[in-house]
């Protein structure tokens, strides 16, 4: 046969095989680099004084600070990092002015102190404070190898904080390190262990935390007289300074302090299969000591009561109680922080089925917060307008699988709903002149989009980012929200992705997803967060290859209520969540449309969990799966009749069968690298098909965009030999 005979037969066999698929067309079909293409836009804030927003974009593993400014809000990239370096750009900060921009660039450091260096860089990585003017034109200043910058209102200094001191910066280099005191020592000296520094209105005065060990005072640095003062101090734990608009009062949050010095705590995992941080514990004479003493090991003050909000004046430093909780009354005891907004002081807390803001009058004329967000569902992200009269907040009241945003008085008032409709927005962040807000807005077919709309509402105009014509927009399906039922009765939402050409009796492969968390949700479009922002993209790529997939929000997750996130024997404690995935694997095989014998899962972190137990307990449902960063014991206990040990994925080993790829970076900070290990060496010994991708020197969330499409086109190439039939790979 000649060589153009043999091309002209292979041309033709290979349009048989394409035209046999399934769901092929003459369309082209996307690849996964398309669709994860383009700049995924977080962190937006807005200055107080001008018209202007900045925010950071990744954008295929680059990461840049963007502005934008009225009238016309158009983008301006102000920084040049133009190479997938796996360096964050994180903590964006902007003057009340609006002409100065400050941000941090490096990983966090793991418990050895050490930034995150993905790329191997012989000579490390940093993590360090930099500065620049939003007028561009300069290349950013590095300020300090610090994090959590605190930049003054008029865009001059910044603050941080090292070894339980706090420092100072200048922004501009026209300003001399000296003047900070003598170069890179604190701006001054305090006892104690002092942190959280927060700048005046006028940018003269300090306030910031000062940790002594059994109580906290909320201390005054002022700059001009060199003078440390202290708000009422006493023998109780104060935190969360936050400044009125005056700059003459500061509120703060009371807890009793511990008695005799004595601080316990529980040493509990912040995470399973992370290792416990090392504490100090209460001797057994310390203990009983404490137990003899009645009234105090309760830490509560004396009308029983366990948290106060205060407010002190800062020229006299006398501060008088506004509000407490009622004693017993646990859900606004997890009160973490508070802001000054107008004449109220607002807060996240929980006191019954949903996390809402709640607003106190600094008068102390209320004794009962007032909900500034009523409604079934809950208020995540808020934007104050620059005069603290208004709140603007995200919620899913009234469309629980989607967010939109609210506007409501801080003094208490009618919540007016500013967007509707299928699309779903997050981050307000109210423009100085109060007639815009700015909004990060994003659709079942449009990613996460930087947005300007009406600050009494109307339909919000996308600035950023322009989607080029490889993006596959058209080819995306809209997912559609299915409720099921698990065994005990629980019932959970979840996303279905339908393939756009399947056919009457056509039975196609499925994929199950599991976010991680546990404490997200999934919803029905683009992800606010960025590993589900990309996850949503990934869910959209397999439908596009003929896959019907399902996104499960099952219990212990958010958006759904208190009773449901804290549902019983969830976790390490029974791990009752799993029967959420195992209902959604049985709702797949019971689909007319697809192959009970062919369903696959994945996720990462606790979706790495869920997808172990998976194929542990039920190889029968799961015929394939990708465990990205998950863990496989909690705890520490191998005894085989504790309940831990029951909830984790290796107590089914012997029943584990389905092949199984692992990812994981080992400097994991989340989620210990020993979880792969361990679970690898329990595969080799049960003969379970595995396959193992390691990234060197990449943490929990891979910082390299490379290492993300390795692994989800190693994903994609996994799940095509295990999931599809030969003929249709």
């Not at 963007?66 to 003057?95: H, M, Q």
């Not at 099921?484 to 279905?496: I, M, P, R, W, Y």
């Not at 690898?680 to 020197?697: C, K, M, S, T």
């Amino acid at each position: 046969m000649s060589r153009i005979k043999r091309a002209w037969v292979a041309a033709i066999a290979a349009i048989i095989v394409f035209a046999s698929i399934p769901g092929a067309s003459a369309q082209k079909r996307f690849t996964i680099e398309n669709v994860l293409s383009p700049a995924y836009p977080f962190e937006m804030v807005s200055a107080k004084k001008a018209d202007r927003i900045a925010w950071i974009a990744y954008e295929r593993g680059m990461r840049n600070v963007y502005t934008a400014a009225a009238p016309d809000f158009k983008p301006v990239r102000l920084t040049i990092n133009l190479e997938d370096d796996g360096n964050d750009l994180t903590n964006l900060r902007i003057s009340d002015d609006g002409s100065t921009v400050v941000f941090v660039r490096g990983h966090t450091p793991n418990r050895d102190g050490w930034i995150a260096n993905p790329t191997s860089d012989p000579d490390g990585s940093e993590r360090a404070i930099w500065a620049m003017k939003t007028a561009g034109g300069r290349a950013p200043r590095r300020l300090a190898v610090a994090a959590s910058p605190a930049l003054s209102p008029d865009g001059k200094w910044v603050l941080y904080t090292k070894e339980g001191q706090i420092y100072r910066v200048p922004v501009s280099a026209s300003r001399s390190v000296a003047e900070n005191g003598k170069g890179e020592k604190p701006l001054f000296r305090a006892f104690g262990n002092n942190g959280n520094p927060v700048w005046s209105p006028d940018s003269t005065r300090i306030a910031f935390v000062s940790n002594r060990g059994d109580h906290s005072l909320i201390g005054i640095y002022d700059l001009e007289s060199r003078k440390i003062s202290y708000l009422s101090p006493g023998v109780d734990r104060d935190t969360s300074p936050a400044w009125s608009h005056d700059g003459k009062r500061v509120a703060f949050i009371r807890r009793p302090g511990l008695p005799f010095g004595v601080q316990v705590q529980s040493g509990r995992q912040p995470f399973p299969g992370r290792p416990p941080v090392p504490v100090r514990r209460a001797t057994p004479e310390e203990g009983a000591q404490r137990r003899e003493i009645k009234g105090l090991t309760s830490a509560t003050f004396a009308g029983g009561y366990t948290l106060s909000l205060w407010v002190g004046e800062v020229d006299t430093g006398h501060a008088r109680e506004v509000w407490h909780n009622a004693p017993g009354d646990e859900g606004f005891a997890s009160i973490r922080s508070i802001e000054w907004a107008g004449d109220n002081i607002i807060f996240l807390a929980e006191p019954k089925n949903w996390r809402h803001y709640y607003s106190i009058p600094v008068s102390g004329s209320s004794t009962e917060p007032i909900d500034l967000t009523p409604g079934d569902g809950i208020a995540e992200q808020v934007g104050l307008s620059s005069d603290g009269q208004y709140l603007y907040y995200s919620t899913n009241v009234g469309d629980i699988d989607r967010r939109h945003i609210w506007k409501t008085p801080t003094r208490g008032g009618t919540p007016v709903q500013l967007t509707t409709g299928d699309e779903m927005e997050t981050y307000p962040a109210v423009l100085a002149s109060g007639d815009k807000v700015a909004i990060l807005s994003a659709a079942a077919t449009r990613p996460q989009s930087v947005a300007v709309m009406g600050s009494s509402g109307g339909k919000p105009k996308i600035i950023f980012p322009t989607l080029k014509k490889d993006f596959p927009a058209d080819q995306h399906v809209v997912p559609e929200n299915v409720t099921l039922t698990a065994e005990d009765g629980v019932k959970f939402h979840n996303q279905v992705f339908v393939p756009k050409d399947i056919k009457p009796g056509e039975r196609r492969p499925a994929i199950l997803f599991t976010h991680g968390g546990p404490q997200r949700q999934m919803l029905l479009g683009y992800h606010y967060r960025h590993f589900y922002h990309m996850a949503y993209a990934i869910n959209q790529y397999f439908a596009s290859r003929g896959y019907v997939v399902i996104s499960v929000n099952y219990r212990s997750g958010i958006g759904y209520g208190k009773a449901f996130r804290n549902a019983e024997k969830r976790g390490a404690r029974g791990n009752s969540e799993y029967r959420d995935v195992q209902a959604a694997g049985k709702y797949l095989q019971g689909r007319p449309d697809v192959d009970p014998k062919r369903i696959g899962l994945w996720g990462l972190s606790y979706g790495g969990i869920l997808t172990a137990q998976g194929l542990a307990r039920n190889s029968d449902i799961f015929a394939a799966g990708v465990d990205i960063a998950g863990v496989h014991l909690w705890g520490n206990s191998i005894d085989p009749k504790s309940v831990s040990y029951q909830s984790s994925s290796i107590a089914a080993i012997e029943k584990w069968k389905s092949p199984v790829l692992l990812i994981h970076g080992d400097d994991d900070r989340n989620v210990a690298f020993s979880q792969t290990t361990g679970l690898v060496q329990l595969l080799r010994a049960h003969n379970v098909p595995h396959e193992l991708i390691v990234f060197p020197d990449d943490v929990h969330d891979f910082l390299l965009h490379s290492r993300w499409l390795t692994a989800f086109n190693a994903m994609d190439e996994f799940f095509n030999r295990h999931l599809r039939s030969e003929e249709l790979r």
